[in-house]
């Protein structure tokens, strides 16, 4: 049996935020690149599930839709443990083309289970795993917290309001994966750096698939309000400042 | 394979272009990847423990030793062979940077990965490195070394611990204690050195802890890095099997000595990691604390300290993979001239010698400094010890003590650079002989309309030409003597280490802009790092100078330092807020 992990490669979370060309693109000077934390820890429970020889899963193969400047994220996958990658050399610039895409590379070359974060965290949008499903023909379950196989069967546990939910899929699935799944992610070892160097990455042409939305612009949000110190003494200044700034009175 | 570019000490007397030198900008994606394992590994077993791991339990220690051995991270310096991942030097000082953030666990880790694990690997024989190194390597055995004595701390092999071979000539009998062995409390091998009967030098020995008549002390109370088990140890008529002395007889102090330079040249990547951890902790309390109605990072005073912590930081970073690079390219020309590749390992780290004195001293009192106003700018919290800033500062202090004094290094730097020299390694004394014969001539050799490099080239040549000049004056004055005088010899190991500091800046940030293209504060850095540096030289040259002569001598030599350290005026204050703005506005060290 075999898992796909769909890998988004974004900021890492501590980066400052920057736009240019009058807000329409994201500045990405200096920017540390990173996966996805959701698709890390999507990849640290596939790794589990390998590990664990009652599972019956043989393989972890990583997927990625972008240009080769991402192959430092995919490596990183490649260290952690995963056997090997594929990566659609395209620049997308919305989700549909990111599901088509991955779609393409499942039909050319099929898996059990197909996992993806429930959300990236550049543009969060979640929708990446259910529109896969679709064009898959597959079912898909969202907010997955818990993915157990054994014996080739698999059971998704979610999250539900107050409690959770157990279901069980026919494969192939995709299971749209939220924090829970994995406790921590893996820390790359000293080996699967070194080994990592002669996974393959396949890189595959994309097709051609126009997107369905297009960007206006981004606005960044706006600077926190100063806040005015007004002394004890001094009521009138405030009255002053929430008539007439403020305007709330 | 790149060939060496500079051997130790020649930049005295030689200038590099800037395209020769490595950057740590330069670094691979590998190797990245090596440095990013080790912040993880950090953010998730030292960073949440550093309370607990203060309270000096060696279990716990001993533990995350183990986790960062599952981690492969105990190997990465020894051969695949014996079970690790053989990376360069640049990858091994990298990963004592990071790691060296880890306050008591860097200790801790890089005892063992050092000075604990490379004895054996260097200079072992295969069987006892594959007994030793290869378990060492997995963290299976943790290891220790001790060298130290009550009566023998600087002066190393003036120890008394002392072996004597067994009547039936198959162990050495070891008896005698050993003082503040870093990991004593839970090392399962030691690296002892000995003297063998009456013999005048050490020999050296591996030692495993659990041998009848090796008693482990409690641990010192200590003023800082308190998780790290420092203990005394004591020898009892301990069996040591002939086949465990490392290296020939005698070949002990040499062995110590070498594995001090390796150790040297960690530390000064260590105190980086450390320095950038504490100019973060201190640029986001210094964003976050207000005073007078708004952020102290607005006021001239703090971002002053702030700018002061960067450049110095920078300098250190500049100046170690200069020579981490140097080191790699020497450590690779033994071995292709068929040297074993322990040993090549170590002669290339142990040639660098003066390097590895200077990057010791300026990299510990740089991480003092930089911990220090880190203290100050957190004002009364820096002095609680509810916050990390207080364990950096009392932590950073062991630096200036352990791998040899700072006054044990500096006497290093000027001795090994001027043996060197005289050993005909390089041409010091025959330009410094012309300079003192014409200091009259002596200008600072401005030409008009230079460029920025060119004049920073420069300021570069005449700073060695008044360390030249002040290395002929006191070796004329003083003679053969002339380490004797102390004061004196500190006062041309400061103008060394300046200089060496503050041309690899130089080169970097050269280098930096025929890759990236001109990056203001970079520049800024440069500026007022060359404006003081130009000051410090000549402040220990005037000190040298009336410490050995007078009168007429003494104003023609104060004339000639005058125009060799004269550079241009900066200004400081503007250049110093606009790094610090930078600082403040990523809210984190990202130089
Ligand atoms: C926490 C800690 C961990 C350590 N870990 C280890 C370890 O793992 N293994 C090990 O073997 N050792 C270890 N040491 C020992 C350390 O290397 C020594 O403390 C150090 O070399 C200094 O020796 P000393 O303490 O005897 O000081 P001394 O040599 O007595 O020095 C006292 C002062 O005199 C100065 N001085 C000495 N000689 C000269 C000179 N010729 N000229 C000018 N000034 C001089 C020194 O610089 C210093 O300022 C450790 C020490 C500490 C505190």
Same mark, same amino acid.
Request: overall charge negative.
């Given at each position: 049996?075999?898992i796909?992990?769909?890998?988004?490669?974004?900021?890492?979370?501590?980066t400052?935020?920057?736009?240019?060309?009058?807000?329409?693109?994201?500045?990405?000077?200096?920017?540390?690149?990173?996966?996805?934390?959701?698709?890390?820890?999507?990849?640290?429970?596939?790794?589990?599930?390998k590990? @664990?020889?009652?599972?019956?899963?043989?393989?972890?193969?990583?997927?990625?839709?972008?240009?080769?400047?991402?192959?430092?994220?995919?490596?990183?996958?490649?260290?952690?443990g995963?056997?090997?990658?594929?990566?659609?050399?395209?620049?997308?610039?919305?989700?549909?083309?990111?599901?088509?895409?991955?779609?393409?590379?499942?039909?050319?070359?099929?898996?059990?289970?197909i996992?993806?974060?429930?959300?990236?965290?550049?543009?969060?949008?979640?929708?990446?795993?259910?529109?896969?499903?679709?064009?898959?023909?597959?079912?898909?379950?969202?907010?997955?917290?818990?993915?157990?196989?054994?014996?080739?069967?698999?059971?998704?546990?979610?999250?539900?309001?107050?409690?959770?939910?157990?279901?069980?899929?026919?494969?192939?699935?995709?299971?749209?994966?939220?924090?829970?799944?994995?406790?921590?992610?893996?820390?790359?070892a000293?080996?699967?750096?070194?080994?990592?160097?002669?996974?393959?990455?396949?890189?595959?042409?994309?097709?051609?698939?126009?997107?369905?939305?297009?960007?206006?612009?981004?606005?960044?949000?706006?600077?926190?309000?100063?806040?005015?110190?007004?002394?004890?003494?001094?009521?009138?200044?405030?009255?002053?400042?929430?008539? @007439?700034?403020?305007?709330?009175? | 394979?790149?060939?060496?570019?500079?051997?130790?000490?020649e930049?005295?007397?030689?200038?590099?272009?800037?395209?020769?030198?490595?950057?740590?900008?330069?670094?691979?994606?590998?190797?990245?990847?090596?440095a990013?394992?080790?912040?993880?590994?950090? #953010?998730?077993?030292?960073?949440? @423990?550093? #309370?607990?791991?203060?309270?000096?339990?060696?279990?716990?220690?001993?533990?995350?030793?183990?986790?960062?051995?599952?981690?492969?991270?105990?190997?990465?310096?020894?051969?695949?062979?014996?079970?690790?991942?053989?990376?360069?030097?640049?990858?091994?000082m990298?990963?004592a940077?990071?790691?060296?953030?880890?306050?008591?666990?860097?200790?801790?880790?890089?005892?063992?990965?050092?000075?604990?694990?490379?004895?054996?690997?260097?200079?072992?024989?295969?069987?006892?490195?594959?007994?030793?190194?290869?378990?060492?390597?997995?963290?299976?055995?943790?290891?220790?070394?001790?060298?130290?004595?009550?009566?023998?701390?600087?002066d190393?092999?003036?120890?008394?611990?002392?072996?004597?071979?067994?009547?039936?000539?198959?162990?050495?009998?070891?008896?005698?204690?050993?003082?503040?062995?870093?990991?004593?409390?839970?090392? #399962?091998?030691?690296?002892?050195?000995?003297?063998?009967?009456?013999?005048?030098?050490?020999?050296?020995?591996?030692?495993?802890?659990?041998?009848?008549?090796?008693?482990?002390?409690?641990?010192?109370?200590?003023?800082?890095?308190?998780?790290?088990?420092?203990?005394?140890?004591?020898?009892?008529?301990?069996?040591?099997?002939?086949?465990?002395?490392?290296g020939?007889?005698?070949?002990?102090?040499?062995?110590?000595?070498?594995?001090?330079?390796?150790?040297?040249?960690?530390?000064?990547?260590?105190?980086?990691?450390?320095?950038?951890?504490?100019?973060?902790?201190?640029?986001?309390?210094?964003?976050?604390?207000?005073?007078?109605?708004?952020?102290?990072?607005?006021?001239?005073?703090?971002?002053?300290?702030?700018?002061?912590?960067?450049i110095?930081?920078?300098?250190?970073?500049?100046?170690?993979?200069?020579?981490?690079k140097d080191?790699?390219?020497?450590?690779?020309?033994?071995?292709?001239?068929?040297?074993?590749?322990?040993?090549?390992?170590?002669?290339?780290?142990?040639?660098?010698?003066v390097?590895?004195?200077?990057?010791?001293?300026w990299?510990?009192?740089?991480?003092?400094?930089?911990? #220090?106003?880190?203290?100050?700018?957190?004002?009364?919290?820096?002095?609680?010890?509810?916050?990390?800033?207080?364990?950096?500062?009392?932590?950073?202090?062991?630096?200036?003590?352990?791998?040899?004094?700072?006054?044990? @290094?500096?006497?290093?730097?000027?001795?090994?650079?001027?043996?060197?020299?005289?050993?005909?390694?390089?041409?010091?004394?025959?330009?410094?002989?012309?300079?003192?014969?014409?200091?009259?001539?002596?200008?600072?050799?401005?030409?008009?309309?230079?460029?920025?490099?060119?004049q920073?080239?420069?300021?570069?040549?005449?700073?060695?030409?008044?360390?030249?000049?002040?290395?002929?004056?006191?070796?004329?004055?003083?003679?053969k003597?002339?380490?004797?005088e102390?004061e004196?010899?500190n006062?041309?190991?400061?103008?060394?280490?300046?200089?060496?500091?503050?041309?690899?800046?130089?080169?970097?940030?050269?280098?930096?802009?025929?890759?990236?293209?001109?990056?203001?504060?970079?520049?800024?850095?440069?500026?007022?790092?060359?404006?003081?540096?130009?000051?410090?030289?000549?402040?220990?040259?005037?000190?040298?100078?009336?410490?050995?002569?007078?009168?007429?001598?003494?104003?023609?030599?104060?004339?000639?330092?005058?125009?060799?350290?004269?550079?241009?005026?900066?200004?400081?204050?503007?250049?110093?807020?606009?790094?610090?703005?930078?600082?403040?506005?990523?809210?984190?060290?990202?130089?």
């Amino acid at each position: 049996m075999k898992i796909l992990v769909c890998i988004s490669n974004v900021p890492d979370t501590t980066t400052k935020v920057k736009f240019t060309d009058n807000n329409t693109k994201f500045d990405s000077t200096g920017v540390q690149w990173v996966i996805n934390p959701w698709d890390e820890l999507a990849l640290t429970r596939a790794l589990e599930l390998k590990d @664990n020889p009652a599972s019956g899963v043989k393989g972890v193969t990583v997927a990625h839709v972008g240009p080769a400047t991402s192959e430092p994220t995919i490596r990183k996958a490649l260290a952690i443990g995963a056997d090997d990658a594929i990566r659609v050399n395209f620049e997308p610039t919305e989700a549909y083309q990111v599901a088509a895409q991955l779609a393409e590379v499942i039909k050319n070359e099929p898996f059990d289970i197909i996992l993806c974060g429930i959300e990236s965290s550049d543009y969060n949008g979640s929708t990446v795993g259910s529109m896969l499903a679709e064009f898959l023909n597959a079912p898909s379950v969202s907010a997955v917290s818990g993915l157990n196989v054994e014996n080739g069967e698999a059971t998704i546990t979610r999250d539900i309001d107050g409690g959770k939910e157990t279901v069980s899929v026919p494969k192939p699935f995709v299971a749209i994966v939220q924090k829970g799944i994995a406790k921590e992610p893996r820390i790359a070892a000293m080996r699967g750096i070194m080994q990592a160097r002669t996974k393959q990455i396949k890189v595959v042409e994309p097709v051609s698939v126009s997107p369905l939305t297009e960007l206006i612009e981004f606005e960044p949000p706006k600077p926190r309000a100063k806040c005015i110190f007004v002394d004890a003494e001094n009521p009138k200044q405030l009255i002053e400042l929430l008539q @007439n700034e403020a305007k709330v009175i | 394979m790149e060939t060496v570019k500079m051997k130790s000490g020649e930049f005295l007397v030689k200038d590099i272009d800037a395209k020769e030198i490595f950057i740590p900008e330069e670094f691979n994606e590998e190797q990245r990847m090596i440095a990013q394992t080790c912040r993880d590994f950090m #953010d998730a077993e030292v960073f949440p @423990n550093l #309370d607990k791991i203060d309270k000096g339990d060696r279990e716990l220690m001993k533990g995350i030793l183990h986790k960062a051995a599952e981690l492969g991270m105990l190997g990465i310096a020894v051969p695949e062979e014996y079970n690790g991942f053989g990376q360069d030097f640049v990858t091994q000082m990298l990963v004592a940077e990071t790691t060296g953030a880890g306050y008591s666990f860097s200790v801790a880790y890089m005892c063992h990965c050092g000075i604990g694990t490379m004895p054996i690997l260097y200079y072992g024989n295969n069987e006892q490195r594959l007994r030793y190194v290869s378990r060492l390597a997995t963290g299976e055995l943790i290891g220790s070394y001790c060298l130290t004595e009550p009566g023998a701390g600087s002066d190393a092999n003036s120890g008394k611990t002392n072996a004597r071979l067994s009547e039936d000539g198959k162990h050495y009998i070891l008896n005698g204690q050993k003082m503040w062995i870093t990991n004593g409390g839970f090392a #399962d091998t030691q690296v002892v050195f000995a003297k063998i009967d009456n013999d005048r030098i050490l020999s050296a020995f591996i030692v495993e802890s659990n041998w009848p008549g090796v008693v482990i002390g409690p641990d010192e109370h200590k003023m800082g890095i308190k998780g790290s088990s420092t203990t005394q140890i004591y020898y009892n008529d301990v069996k040591v099997p002939v086949e465990n002395m490392l290296g020939a007889r005698g070949e002990g102090f040499r062995i110590a000595l070498s594995i001090l330079h390796m150790g040297r040249m960690k530390l000064g990547a260590n105190v980086i990691g450390a320095a950038k951890q504490t100019i973060t902790d201190a640029v986001r309390y210094a964003n976050e604390r207000k005073q007078f109605g708004v952020l102290i990072s607005t006021f001239g005073a703090i971002k002053h300290k702030l700018a002061q912590m960067v450049i110095k930081a920078y300098a250190q970073e500049s100046a170690i993979y200069r020579v981490s690079k140097d080191v790699d390219n020497l450590i690779n020309q033994y071995k292709s001239e068929g040297c074993d590749h322990g040993r090549a390992g170590i002669d290339g780290i142990s040639h660098y010698a003066v390097e590895d004195a200077i990057l010791k001293v300026w990299g510990s009192e740089m991480l003092d400094f930089v911990v #220090d106003e880190g203290v100050q700018i957190h004002g009364g919290m820096g002095y609680s010890a509810e916050m990390n800033i207080d364990r950096g500062y009392r932590d950073s202090r062991i630096n200036r003590i352990f791998e040899g004094t700072n006054e044990i @290094n500096r006497l290093l730097v000027v001795e090994s650079a001027t043996k060197r020299a005289m050993k005909g390694e390089y041409d010091l004394f025959g330009p410094a002989k012309e300079l003192y014969e014409n200091l009259d001539n002596i200008t600072d050799g401005q030409v008009a309309g230079e460029s920025y490099f060119d004049q920073k080239k420069r300021y570069m040549k005449n700073f060695k030409k008044a360390i030249m000049i002040m290395i002929h004056a006191t070796m004329e004055k003083l003679g053969k003597k002339y380490m004797a005088e102390q004061e004196v010899v500190n006062n041309l190991a400061n103008m060394i280490m300046e200089l060496y500091m503050v041309e690899s800046m130089a080169l970097r940030i050269e280098k930096l802009e025929s890759i990236n293209g001109t990056r203001d504060v970079y520049r800024d850095m440069l500026n007022v790092f060359t404006y003081d540096t130009a000051y410090l030289i000549r402040k220990n040259a005037r000190d040298a100078i009336y410490s050995i002569t007078e009168g007429k001598e003494a104003d023609a030599l104060i004339k000639a330092i005058k125009n060799l350290t004269h550079v241009e005026g900066v200004n400081t204050m503007a250049a110093r807020r606009r790094i610090a703005d930078r600082l403040i506005e990523d809210n984190e060290y990202k130089f």
